[in-house]
């Protein structure tokens, strides 16, 4: 074990040991069962994926795992097609039908992400103890309805104190067995991340819009054409490289940004967490996935997300209290609680991607 | 058979050593302070994907962790445990036959499938929905686009005979009608409103030159509406997007982006395979009656050259969605 010892804390690294060539056979089974039985598989190939990555990121010298029920997210996912063939379908009985559809769903939402937060966090476990979120569905509903309405009435100027609401939200709730884990983010953290985002945002688009400028003379003509060809459609497309990269880049700065903050400031029992992903290098990673997979029509996907874990993985580390064993066997089951029941009959992820 | 192993009581994180010895059909576990045995009635046995641990699954969320292949592999004889799947994610053979199943087997569902599925359950939707679809969009558009058209009667009244003599020829279709608006934001352009509704615009009236190129943007336009078409492309873009987004919906959410491209192109095609139809129907009716077989592709040309540039106006649609003016004639139906 390559533990280093600092002031009574061990950092324990989260090691991946997954392989693209083990992983690409996994992908292409999961791929092929599921266009065979017409998506039904789709249900099985989720738990496949997930226990495949579950089962190959391990904290000092012990395991995750994955024990989602395959049933549980069929059912999840045949409610949400049924969810989205209303909104589609609404759409052709009255034109803006799907307003309400969709109104509707922002105000279950809150609802929505606790369930599927509860089965994540239940089906996810570490050395035979399951991790855990708490059914508080109506500090949910207020947290949420709170964060949009301040995004809303700001015009986005808030959205740094409504991430900081929903974090805040998601990460206390969470924990492992009995032990919760406990937000020690501030609102000035998630404010200034937000900032530096908006001040890279401009910075981006001018240097995006200044170097699609630069583009232009380099293309064929478009305005001496006189018909609209693929070729004047495809140098638009080309014109907007530059911005699709810039936002990819922001983008991932402040997703970047957020999480290493959000892991650095919370704490689990006595232990911490060191996340030190790099915006610069998550970025190259982000692109040069994307390349990937469209270069290759899908075929380097598996490569692309075993690379993504591994860096991710290889970034976190626990800062272990000196007693970590002894942390263990005390970290009992949340034991079977009330809820647990009634959770039971709602056991579906619901996939939507919030 | 024997092996260690590493057991989780499911209360609390620690682990104890444990030690399992396989006797036919049931595994008997030695702790330090107790021992007891495990079938497959209770539990069940957990193979490995990759270079995981085994696992056996206990009630009550005890589990025993080994990584001892052999003992493993005895065991999911015992329990009688199906490994199917797992063989095949080992192979790279059945790897590369899947890759062939994966290819051969969306391209079927997505060029096959999907099309036919569409176009029955469209067939078997009451038409009194398009209808009512079809007051309620056009309304929308009036509000939102369009201008009352400012042409005359006379201006008109070649069109109307020529659509009038369109529907005399089906009369099931005899309560399509046609509508004339102004649009400045789309320019020239027609189309037709799902339950009956063929819309030109009066932009699209000042292109036409000749009987040949009016009826043919008007029998391609009652070619969209019998044929269902904008019920069935709602149903296969929806259908087709549900598709794709289960065969890549791993991808983390800014990776998938590059799932929107296959499913962009897939919507594409269906809607020019729309037009070919529609064009085939215009074809046939204007061959009955001796038109200019080129009079759609000489229109479309001067509709191209008409609008300024892609993306600013419908034109930037209607050329990716629509195949090129130039092909529009009878070898590309057929």
């Known amino acids: 074990m390559n533990a280093i010892v600092i002031e009574k804390k061990t950092y324990e690294p989260v090691e991946f040991s997954g392989t693209t060539g083990q992983y690409f056979r996994i992908w292409i089974v999961n791929l092929a069962l599921t266009v065979l039985t017409l998506g039904v598989y789709s249900a099985w190939a989720k738990v496949r994926k997930e226990r495949y990555f579950y089962t190959h990121t391990s904290i000092a010298g012990s395991e995750f795992d994955y024990h989602a029920n395959p049933l549980s997210i069929l059912i999840g996912r045949v409610i949400a097609v049924i969810l989205l063939g209303a909104y589609f379908g609404s759409g052709y009985i009255h034109p803006l039908a799907p307003f309400p559809v969709l109104i509707l769903t922002f105000l279950v939402s809150p609802w929505l992400v606790v369930r599927s937060r509860i089965f994540r966090m239940r089906v996810s476990s570490y050395r035979g103890i399951r991790f855990t979120f708490k059914p508080a569905y109506a500090e949910a509903f207020k947290v949420y309805y709170l964060a949009a309405l301040v995004t809303v009435v700001s015009f986005g100027l808030a959205t740094g104190t409504a991430n900081y609401m929903r974090n805040k939200f998601a990460v206390a709730h969470s924990g492992f067995g009995q032990t919760g884990f406990k937000f020690g983010g501030r609102h000035s953290g998630f404010v200034a991340i937000f900032w530096k985002f908006v001040g890279l945002s401009i910075l981006m688009g001018v240097v995006a819009v200044s170097s699609s400028a630069l583009l232009l003379p380099l293309l064929p003509s478009a305005n001496g054409a006189d018909e609209v060809s693929i070729g004047v459609q495809a140098s638009f497309l080309v014109m907007q490289i530059p911005l699709l990269v810039g936002y990819l880049a922001v983008g991932v700065y402040y997703q970047v940004r957020l999480r290493n903050y959000i892991w650095n400031t919370s704490t689990l029992g006595e232990n911490s967490f060191l996340s030190t992903l790099s915006a610069q290098e998550m970025f190259v990673i982000y692109l040069t996935n994307i390349l990937a997979i469209i270069f290759s029509l899908g075929l380097l996907t598996p490569w692309a997300q075993i690379r993504l874990a591994r860096y991710r993985a290889e970034h976190l580390e626990i800062a272990l209290s000196d007693d970590w064993e002894s942390y263990l066997a005390a970290s009992g089951a949340e034991g079977s609680a009330l809820g647990d029941e009634v959770g039971q009959a709602f056991d579906v992820d619901i996939d939507i991607g919030f | ?334």
Not at chain 2, 111 to 120: L, Q, W
Not at chain 2, 138 to 157: C, H, K
């Open chain 2, 1 to 334: 058979m024997r092996t260690t192993a590493t057991y989780f009581d499911g209360k609390s994180a620690q682990a104890h050593d444990a030690t399992l010895e396989l006797f036919g059909p049931t595994v008997q576990v030695t702790l330090s302070d107790r021992a007891f045995s495990v079938n497959n009635e209770t539990s069940r046995v957990v193979e490995p994907l990759g270079n995981g641990d085994w696992a056996i699954e206990l009630p009550d969320r005890q589990q025993i962790r080994f990584t001892n292949k052999e003992f493993g592999n005895a065991l999911c004889v015992e329990f009688r445990e199906s490994r199917f799947v797992g063989r095949m994610e080992r192979s790279w053979r059945w790897a590369l036959l899947a890759l062939i199943v994966a290819i051969a087997g969306s391209w079927a569902i997505l060029t096959f499938g999907v099309p036919v599925a569409a176009r029955h359950i469209a067939f078997a939707v009451p038409p009194e929905l398009d209808k009512k679809l079809g007051r309620e969009s056009i309304d929308l558009l009036d509000r939102i686009m369009f201008e009352e058209s400012e042409l005359s009667d006379d201006q008109t009244a070649p069109i109307r005979a020529a659509f009038a003599n369109i529907l005399a020829e089906h009369p099931e279709s005899a309560d399509y009608q046609l509508v004339f608006r102004s649009a400045d934001a789309i320019g020239a352009n027609a189309f037709a409103v799902p339950g009956g509704l063929v819309v030109v615009t009066d932009q699209m009236v000042g292109l036409f030159e000749n009987d040949a190129e009016i009826a043919s943007v008007l029998a391609h336009e009652v070619g969209h509406l019998r044929y269902r078409h904008s019920l069935r492309i709602l149903l296969q873009n929806s259908v087709s997007a549900v598709f794709i987004a289960g065969l890549t919906g791993d991808l983390s959410n800014i990776t998938a982006l590059s799932a929107t491209v296959p499913t962009v192109l897939m919507q594409a095609k269906y809607s020019r395979d729309f037009e070919h139809e529609a064009d085939g129907f215009a074809f046939d009716y204007m061959e009955a009656h001796g038109m200019d077989m080129n009079a759609l592709s000489n229109l479309l040309q001067r509709v191209d050259a008409g609008a300024d540039r892609p993306g600013s106006s419908g034109i930037g649609d209607w050329l990716s969605s629509h195949p090129q003016s130039t092909e529009r004639n009878r070898d590309t139906t057929e």
